[in-house]
């Protein structure tokens, strides 16, 4: 019934999106300055509010900004946002998107980042790893790192990127969710999708890792 998978999320779109002025001002200001539309889906960045509100999360990092969209969905949820972006000119258009929230944006590869806000001392409430594929495991590694006890590790396109490397879920000792379940830092579990990706023909499964960092 995964092609039903369309129907009911448009239905739900309808249903439960709540307008967004800011949000809907950074869909067409990267549009327009010809960012790709890789942004977490309006449905998605309403569930990561949600998830921030429901945490009273006052501190959330962010790896991979594009436009700020998902930046937003945090921001508007009363968390202070610090988010890592590689591309000078996604973090141009995000600047002017995330205009009067509580942003800041660390200009590099995430890798190079995230052990510099470790030296810090630098703890969060939660962890969104949105970025490129092949980094999602060392992401992780750091950002369990840098999350509070009872604190929330969140990694996107968890099944997109392992049928992008060939694993089809009968397991292989190097998947990311293999790795994590290996963890004994955090109790994850995956959370599976129906939703559209511009990688994968719809409709088609996708799933988010979500992880709570055990006390350390
Ligand atoms: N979270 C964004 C949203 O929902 O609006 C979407 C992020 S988009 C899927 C991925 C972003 O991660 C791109 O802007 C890309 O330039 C950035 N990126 C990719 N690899 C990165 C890395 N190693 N370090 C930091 N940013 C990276």
């Not at 960045?45 to 969905?73: F, H, N, P, R």
């Not at 397991?171 to 990311?176: E, K, L, Q, T």
């Not at 994590?180 to 559209?196: F, Q």
Request: with cysteine; charged share 20%; aromatic share 6%.
């Amino acid at each position: 019934n995964f092609r039903l998978a369309p129907r009911f999320d448009n239905a739900a779109q309808s249903a439960l999106l709540r307008p967004n002025p800011k949000l809907a001002h950074a869909l067409a200001n990267s549009k327009a300055k010809g960012l790709p539309p890789i942004s977490v889906v309006p449905l998605s960045g309403q569930y990561l509010s949600i998830l921030a509100g429901i945490m009273g999360a006052k501190s959330v990092l962010e790896i991979g900004t594009l436009g700020g969209y998902s930046t937003i969905c945090f921001a508007e949820a009363g968390a202070k946002v610090t988010s890592i972006e590689i591309d000078p000119r996604h973090r141009d258009v995000a600047l002017e998107n995330v205009d009067g929230l509580d942003v800041e944006i660390l200009l590099g590869a995430a890798l190079e980042v995230l052990p510099k806000l470790a030296e810090e001392g630098r703890q969060f409430d939660m962890v969104f790893i949105d970025a490129d594929f092949d980094d999602q495991w060392e992401h992780f590694d750091w950002a369990v790192k840098l999350t509070r006890p009872k604190g929330c590790v969140f990694l996107d396109d968890v099944v997109v990127s392992m049928l992008k490397n060939g694993q089809t879920g009968e397991g292989g000792s190097d998947s990311i969710l293999t790795k994590v379940g290996k963890d004994d830092r955090v109790m994850a579990t995956l959370v599976s999708t129906a939703a559209t990706h511009p990688m994968i023909p719809t409709p088609a499964m996708n799933g988010f890792i979500m992880a709570m960092v055990k006390d350390h």
